[in-house]
C-alpha cells in the first residue's frame, strides 16, 4: 500500500498549446496525473492524442512554439514551471531521464559510447573520467550488454538497433534517476527483442525504485510493465485507473474501440473479425463541442454529449478509476458493443506460388575497400526455402530482422536473382528472371504492398494519377474515362473518399497513404500480392481497418497474399499457414492453427512468448532469448538457433543440420528434439485458472 508520500510527479488540471500562423492550437487540455515513488504509469491513445506532448511538457523541451497555458507540473513537490533554466539543466539527465522511440536519436554518431556515456556522471555527478567510465560499464552490464569493454569503444553504427536501445536506457539510468520516461523505447525492436528489453524495465523498476512514465500504443506491453494506466483521445485523458480496472472493466467507449482493434488470442478473422474504430481523429483546430470522441462514438446523444466541455467522472465503487463520459453508467457494457461481421472461410484454390529449394547467396569482398582480388566471403541470406501458396490463402512469413524475408521478398520481385532451386508463379520460373525481363501480365501478377507508404508514394504526384499510372501501364484500361472510372472504384475498395483522387501525398494520414498503397498494388489485378509489414508503422485502429480490408479485397478478388511479419498477434488473426525463418532457414511450417500450438520449434516458442498480449484472461510462460542473431555471414555450424536455443544438444545441434520432422500432414519442424520431446512442450499461451472457470 502507498503511504502518504510527496509523488515524485504530479500534472493538476495540465494543458498545453502550440503557436502557429493560424493562432493557438490546444494541443492536451486538463491533464491530470499523480506518480508516486516506484509507480509505472502508462500513457495510451493514438498518434497526435498528446501523449509524447505531455512527457516533452514534464521535459521542459517545449520548443519555441510551444508553452504550458494553464495547471501545474510538480516535481517532488515543487513547480516545474518555477525553476530557472540552470536547474533545469541540472535535473534533467539526472532526477528526470527520457528514452526516445529512435536510439539514434540520442546518440552521437561521432564519439565513442564510452565517451558518451561517462558524460553524464561528469557533468551531474562530478566524477573523474576514469571513474565515470568505470560506472558505465557497470551500468552496461546491468542491461544485459555482452562484453561492456568492447561496446564502450564502438561507435553507435558498430552495434544492433536492440544494443543502441539498451546503451540509452543505460545512459538515462547512469545518474539513478526518480523519474524514467520511455517515450515508444520498442517500437522499432524484433519483438525478441522487445521481450528483453521489458524484462529488463520491470528489472530496473524493482531495483532502482524508480518511477516510470511508459508511452505507448501497444497495449500488451502496457499491461506487461505498468501498475496504472491513462487512455488519451485528442488531448484529453478519458479513462485513468489502475491496470486490471481500466483491462477488466473498461467504462469509455474509445477504450472499448482501442481493445476492439486488437487481435487478442480469441480473434478470429471469419467469426469475430476485429471491429475498426469508425472515422477519423479530430484534428486539434477542428475538436467538436463537447466529447471530443463524439462524432465516432455509436452511444453519441445529442443535447447531452455535445453540450458542454465534459468533466471526469468517478466510475461507482472505485474512486481511482475515472472516466471522461456523460452516459458510460447507462451502457451495457457486455452487451451493447459494435461486433464485426461474420463471414464464411474463404476455400483454398490451386497452388499459385510453388518455392522449391530456393536459395540465395551473395559473395562479398572481405578485404576492406582498397583490397584488390581480396578473400571473398559468402552470406547464405536465403537456404533451401521450400513452400507453397494457394488461391486466397494468405501465408505469412515471419522471423527477425535479419532472419531472410525481405531477401526473399526482392527475389520474388525479380529484384535479385536466385542463387538456385525454383521460384514458380504458376508455369513461370521467376528465380533467375530479373523485373527488367519480365513481361507485362508477370509483373501486373505479383504486386507488393510496403511497410512505409511514404517513400513509395510521388509527392509532386495526384492520388488519382499515381493510381491511374499503374492502370495504363498494365493495359488494364487506356481511355481517359475508363482509367477514372476504375480509379474511382478503388478508392471506393479501400474506402477513402474519390476526392481524394485530387489530393497530393502531403494531404492524407499515415494510414490513408497505406490504403492508396493498397489501391496501387491492386489496380493491375494481381494475383499474388506480397505485404512487406504493412500495418507495423499504423496505429491499432488504422491497423484493423487496413486488415480488414486486405482480407475484403482477397475475398472478392481470390488474391493470394504473403504477409511478411514479425507482429504475431497479426499473423495469428490474419493468416491460414505460417513459415517461420531464422538465418535463412524456414525452422517451421504449418497452418496457423499448428504453429501456434505444440509441438513449437525451439525458435517458435520463443516468438511467441515474446508477443506482449493485452488480456489479462490469458497467462504467458517467461522466455527471453539471450544473445544476439548471429551474422548471415558467419552462421553457426548445425542448426543456426544453436547458439540461442535453451534446449541446445552440445556435439548434436551445433555439428549437424538438424532433421526437417512431420506432424500432421502439413506441419514440419527443423529441429534435433525427438518427436516426442517436441510433442510434449506445454503450451506458451494458456487460459488463467481464474478465467476458466
Known amino acids: ?186 517500437t522499432a525492436l524484433d519483438v525478441t527483442v522487445e521481450a528483453g528489453i521489458v524484462e529488463l524495465i520491470n528489472e530496473i523498476s524493482a531495483e532502482f525504485g524508480t518511477s516510470m512514465i511508459y508511452i505507448s500504443h501497444n497495449l500488451g506491453l502496457i499491461l506487461e510493465t505498468c501498475h496504472r494506466l491513462t487512455v488519451m483521445y485528442s488531448g484529453e485523458a478519458v479513462e485513468v485507473g489502475d491496470i486490471e480496472d481500466v483491462f477488466d472493466e473498461m467504462r469509455h467507449p474509445y477504450t472499448r474501440g482501442l481493445f476492439g482493434s486488437i487481435p487478442l488470442p480469441g480473434a478470429d478473422k471469419n467469426a469475430h473479425p476485429l471491429m475498426a474504430i469508425p472515422g477519423q481523429l479530430p484534428l486539434p483546430h477542428e475538436r467538436p463541442p463537447g466529447c471530443n470522441f463524439g462524432p465516432r462514438c455509436s452511444f453519441f446523444k445529442g443535447g447531452l454529449c455535445d453540450a458542454r466541455a465534459l468533466p471526469m467522472h468517478p466510475v461507482p465503487g472505485d474512486d481511482d478509476h475515472r472516466v471522461r463520459c456523460e452516459r458510460f453508467a447507462e451502457i451495457d457494457w457486455d452487451r451493447d458493443l459494435p461486433k464485426g461481421e461474420a463471414k464464411p472461410p474463404i476455400k483454398a484454390g490451386p497452388v499459385v506460388l510453388s518455392v522449391r529449394d530456393m536459395t540465395k547467396h551473395y559473395a562479398i569482398e572481405t578485404g576492406g575497400l582498397l583490397a584488390m582480388g581480396g578473400a571473398t566471403r559468402t552470406v547464405k541470406a536465403n537456404e533451401k526455402l521450400t513452400f507453397s501458396a494457394r488461391e486466397a490463402e494468405t501465408v505469412a512469413i515471419v522471423g527477425e530482422s535479419g532472419c531472410g524475408k525481405s531477401t526473399f521478398a526482392k527475389v520474388l520481385m525479380g529484384l535479385e536473382d536466385a542463387t538456385d532451386g525454383q521460384v514458380l508463379l504458376g508455369d513461370t520460373e521467376l528465380g533467375d528472371l530479373p523485373v527488367q525481363k519480365r513481361s507485362k501480365d508477370t509483373i501486373a501478377n505479383l504486386q507488393m504492398v510496403f511497410q512505409n507508404p511514404f517513400d513509395t508514394l510521388n509527392p509532386s504526384h495526384t492520388i488519382g494519377a499515381q493510381i491511374g499510372r499503374v492502370i495504363r501501364k498494365f493495359g488494364v484500361a487506356r481511355s481517359e474515362e475508363e482509367v477514372n472510372e476504375i480509379v474511382y472504384r478503388l478508392l471506393d475498395t479501400v474506402k477513402l473518399p474519390r476526392d481524394f483522387a485530387k489530393r497530393k501525398p502531403r494531404q492524407l494520414s499515415g494510414g490513408q497513404k497505406q490504403r492508396v498503397g493498397i489501391a496501387r498494388a491492386f489496380a493491375g489485378n494481381p494475383s499474388v500480392v506480397i505485404a512487406d509489414e504493412p500495418v507495423s508503422a499504423l496505429d491499432v485502429s488504422v491497423q484493423a481497418a487496413v486488415t480488414e480490408l486486405l482480407m475484403d479485397i482477397q475475398r472478392e478478388n481470390r488474391t493470394t497474399m504473403l504477409f511478411i511479419s514479425h507482429d504475431l498477434s497479426v499473423v495469428r488473426y490474419l493468416a491460414d499457414r505460417i513459415v517461420v525463418m531464422y538465418l535463412g532457414r524456414i525452422m517451421e511450417q504449418g497452418t496457423t492453427e499448428e504453429v501456434f500450438s505444440p509441438p513449437y520449434h525451439p525458435y517458435t516458442e520463443a516468438l511467441l512468448a515474446a508477443v506482449p498480449i493485452a488480456d489479462t484472461r490469458v497467462k504467458k510462460r517467461h522466455i527471453v532469448l539471450k544473445g544476439e542473431i548471429p551474422s548471415p555471414s558467419n552462421p553457426p555450424k548445425g542448426c543456426p538457433f544453436s547458439t540461442r536455443c535453451p534446449y541446445m544438444i552440445p556435439g548434436t545441434c551445433d555439428v549437424e543440420l538438424p532433421p526437417n520432422r512431420t506432424f500432421g500432414q502439413d506441419h514440419r519442424i527443423l529441429c534435433h528434439l525427438q518427436p516426442s520431446e517436441l510433442e510434449g512442450m506445454e503450451p506458451v499461451i494458456s487460459p488463467r485458472a481464474e478465467a476458466a472457470e
Do not use: W
Request: hydrophobic share 40%.
Open 1 to 186: 500500500m502507498m503511504t502518504e508520500q510527496t509523488p515524485v510527479l504530479e500534472c493538476r488540471n495540465l494543458c498545453i498549446s502550440y503557436y502557429t500562423r493560424a493562432g493557438e492550437i490546444p494541443a492536451v487540455v486538463d491533464f491530470n496525473l499523480k506518480l508516486m515513488p516506484g509507480e509505472a504509469h502508462g500513457i495510451v491513445g493514438e498518434s497526435g492524442c498528446g501523449k509524447s506532448t505531455v512527457a516533452l511538457a514534464i521535459m521542459q523541451y517545449m520548443g519555441r512554439n510551444g508553452a504550458i497555458v494553464g495547471g501545474e507540473i510538480l516535481f517532488e513537490g515543487r513547480d516545474m514551471r518555477t525553476m530557472s533554466e540552470e536547474e533545469l539543466r541540472q535535473i534533467r539527465g539526472s532526477k528526470i531521464a527520457m528514452v526516445y522511440q529512435e536510439p539514434m536519436a540520442s546518440l552521437n554518431p561521432a564519439m565513442t559510447i564510452g565517451d558518451q556515456l561517462a558524460e553524464v556522471p561528469i557533468y551531474h555527478d562530478g566524477l573523474s573520467e576514469s571513474e565515470a567510465l568505470a560506472r558505465a560499464e557497470e551500468m552496461l552490464a546491468k542491461v544485459r550488454l555482452p562484453d561492456p569493454r568492447r561496446i564502450l569503444r564502438s561507435y553507435p553504427h558498430q552495434i544492433s538497433g536492440g544494443q543502441q536501445q539498451r546503451v540509452v536506457i543505460a545512459m538515462a539510468l547512469l545518474s539513478n534517476p526518480r523519474l524514467l520516461l520511455l517515450d515508444e523505447p520498442t
